[in-house]
């Protein structure tokens, strides 16, 4: 027996995006409160807030500040392994 993949509408998942960011409730809680998988709503809400594309594109080589944090950070990676 298969499962059935449930669809929503835009509308609905606009008022459950709306019940986590404008009322405060966390995802979980609208979650359950609607019967939606948590992930689902944690994607729509990411996806509202503009966090569901990667603002790294890793096709454009790190500028020169970015090539310094880069060493930076693996300086300060390399000497906390090492204690």
Same mark, same amino acid.
């Given at each position: 027996?298969? #499962?059935?993949?449930?669809?929503?509408?835009? /509308?609905?998942? @606009?008022?459950?995006v709306? #019940?986590?960011?404008?009322?405060?409730?966390?995802?979980?809680?609208? @979650?359950?409160?609607?019967?939606c998988?948590?992930?689902?709503?944690?994607?729509?809400?990411?996806? @509202?807030?503009?966090?569901? #594309?990667? !603002?790294?594109? !890793?096709?454009? !080589? !790190?500028?020169?500040?970015?090539?310094? /944090?880069?060493i930076?950070l693996?300086? /300060?990676?390399? @000497?906390w392994?090492?204690?």
């Amino acid at each position: 027996m298969g #499962s059935t993949r449930r669809s929503f509408t835009e /509308e609905y998942k @606009a008022q459950a995006v709306s #019940s986590v960011i404008d009322c405060g409730r966390s995802v979980a809680e609208v @979650a359950r409160n609607i019967g939606c998988n948590e992930t689902t709503l944690g994607v729509w809400v990411k996806k @509202a807030r503009g966090e569901d #594309s990667d !603002p790294v594109d !890793p096709a454009v !080589p !790190p500028n020169e500040s970015e090539r310094m /944090e880069l060493i930076r950070l693996r300086g /300060e990676v390399k @000497a906390w392994s090492c204690t």
